[in-house]
C-alpha cells in the first residue's frame, strides 16, 4: 500500500533544497505551498517574466494530480497565463503516480524562457521593419516620386481642382471689389449712344466750320523753288525778318 503522505513529506524536503529563495510553504494540512519562477533572460539584460505557483497536495498524490493556480505574476500576459495552466495540465496527465513538483515547475521555467525569446524576436523584428521604412522613406526623398499613370492622373485631376478653385476665388474677390473696367469695345457694346457721339456734336455746332481765307492769300506770290533739289519748305520759316 502507497504510503502518500510519505512521499509527499519527501517531495517537499528535496524542493525546498531545490529552491531556497522561492520556496514558501502557506498550510501543512491539507500541504499548500508556493515556488516562484523566473525567466533566466533577467541575466541577460532582458525584462524578467516571473509566475509564482501555487501547489496543494491532494490525499492521493500521486496518483493524483496535484492542485494549481498562479498565485501571482510579473510581466506575463494573459495569453502567456493559459498557456502556462494548459502545459501544468499536460505535464501532470504525463507524470501521473510520480512525485511531479521539481518536473512541472522545470517545464514552466522553459516556458517562460521561451515567451521571453519569442518577445525579443518580435521587438528585434520590428526595430529591423521600421530601419527598413526609414531608409525606404530617406531613399524616397532623395529620389522623388516615380510618376506612373496612375499617381499623373491623380495630381492632374488635383490640380485642376485647385486652379478652378482659385479662379472661382479671385472672380469673387473682383465682384466684392466692384465692377471690373470695360474695354472700348464693351463701352460701345453696352452704351449705343456712343455710336452717334461725334454725329451728334457736328449738328449740335451746325456743322459750320469757319476759315480763315486771309491765310491764303497771296501765296501765288510766294517764289516756291519746288524744282530745286534741296529745296526745304521747312527751311522758309525759319529766318528771322
Do not use: C
Not at 509527499?8 to 499548500?32: C, G, H, K, W
Not at 466684392?176 to 456734336?201: R, V
Request: net charge negative.
Amino acid at each position: 500500500m502507497t504510503d502518500y503522505s510519505e512521499e509527499q513529506r519527501n517531495e517537499l524536503e528535496a524542493i525546498e533544497s531545490i529552491y531556497p529563495d522561492s520556496f514558501t510553504v502557506l498550510s501543512d494540512e491539507p500541504t499548500s505551498f508556493t515556488i516562484t519562477v523566473t525567466s533566466d533572460a533577467a541575466e541577460n539584460g532582458e525584462t524578467a517574466v516571473e509566475a509564482t505557483l501555487k501547489f496543494t497536495y491532494v490525499e492521493k498524490y500521486p496518483d493524483e494530480a496535484p492542485l494549481w493556480e498562479i498565485h501571482s505574476q510579473e510581466n506575463l500576459e494573459d495569453s502567456d497565463a493559459e498557456d502556462i495552466l494548459t502545459l501544468l495540465q499536460q505535464q501532470a496527465d504525463e507524470n501521473l503516480g510520480m512525485v511531479m513538483i521539481f518536473t512541472l515547475v522545470t517545464a514552466v521555467q522553459e516556458k517562460l524562457n521561451e515567451m521571453v525569446d519569442v518577445k525579443k524576436n518580435r521587438r528585434e523584428e520590428e526595430a529591423r521593419r521600421k530601419e527598413a521604412e526609414a531608409e525606404e522613406a530617406e531613399k524616397v526623398l532623395f529620389q522623388g516620386t516615380v510618376v506612373t499613370i496612375e499617381n499623373f492622373l491623380a495630381w492632374k485631376a488635383k490640380f485642376e481642382l485647385e486652379m478652378a478653385e482659385l479662379r472661382r476665388k479671385r472672380q469673387k474677390e473682383e465682384e466684392q471689389a466692384g465692377k471690373p473696367k470695360l474695354t472700348g469695345k464693351q463701352l460701345f457694346e453696352t452704351d449705343h449712344n456712343l455710336d452717334t457721339s461725334d454725329i451728334q456734336f457736328l449738328e449740335d455746332t451746325g456743322n459750320n466750320v469757319e476759315v480763315d481765307e486771309s491765310l491764303f492769300q497771296d501765296i501765288e506770290d510766294l517764289d516756291l523753288d519746288e524744282d530745286d533739289p534741296d529745296f526745304d519748305p521747312l527751311e522758309m520759316g525759319s529766318d528771322e525778318d
